[in-house]
């Protein structure tokens, strides 16, 4: 991989910290630039023009070309590697559980732990105080599918470490700072240990 990689983020975010780890496992360098969403520092002008006309990070920007999503980047990186299985159910197994991050994980677990860890209680607003039974209950329901898959497992997608791995420990190892209990997910528990211990982790800052 030729072209400079740069990724703008919040070291706070587990959606940035994906890219990182994934970068890391792989031993591929990365430059940082870091903003303060509570800041407003993704908003700017500056960088909605010439960072992410959507106004969010992370993006991985690849040379001069800016590429914004968590997951995408991730493949980005990944592709032609071992975090991406060869075989192709394999492979869409893999986007299967990519996709159950972003859609029934990460909107429950990630929003709760910010809510909770940044924001504060608080500050929180009627309406977002109105919904934290039902992330609750879906982010409990989204570990205990993690918990179950891997009763018998030892990662989510095969015999190997993927890229659904990595995008799944981003939020789950600090969900604990949303009011999710781990101990309740011993295979979740065992799991995210084989993580931590994967030749060129890098915790979260």
């Known amino acids: 991989m030729d072209d400079v990689l740069t990724l703008h983020e919040d070291p706070r975010s587990g959606n940035c910290y994906k890219i990182r780890l994934t970068a890391a496992l792989l031993g591929l360098p990365i430059k940082r630039v870091q903003y303060d969403i509570m800041r407003g520092e993704t908003r700017t002008r500056e960088f909605l023009l010439n960072v992410n006309s959507n106004g969010r990070i992370p993006v991985l920007q690849i040379g001069d070309r800016f590429l914004p999503e968590s997951n995408a980047a991730c493949w980005y990186l990944a592709e032609d590697t071992e975090l991406i299985p060869q075989d192709r159910f394999m ?30 209680e608080a500050h929180l607003s009627a309406e977002q105080i109105a919904q934290v039974p039902a992330k609750r209950i879906a982010g ?49 528990c065992a799991w995210l240990e084989r993580v931590a211990g994967l030749p060129g982790y890098v915790p979260m800052d």
Request: one cysteine or more.
């Open 91 to 120: 492979r869409a197994d893999m986007l299967r559980w990519m996709f159950f991050e972003q859609y029934n994980h990460e909107p429950n677990i990630a929003t709760l732990r910010f809510w909770f860890a940044f924001v504060g």
């Open 140 to 188: 409990e329901d989204a570990l205990a599918i993690m918990d179950n898959h891997l009763k018998n497992k030892d990662w989510f997608v095969g015999d190997a470490p993927s890229v659904a791995d990595i995008s799944l420990y981003a939020y789950t190892h600090v969900c604990e700072a949303g009011g999710f209990r781990l101990q309740d997910r011993p295979n979740v």
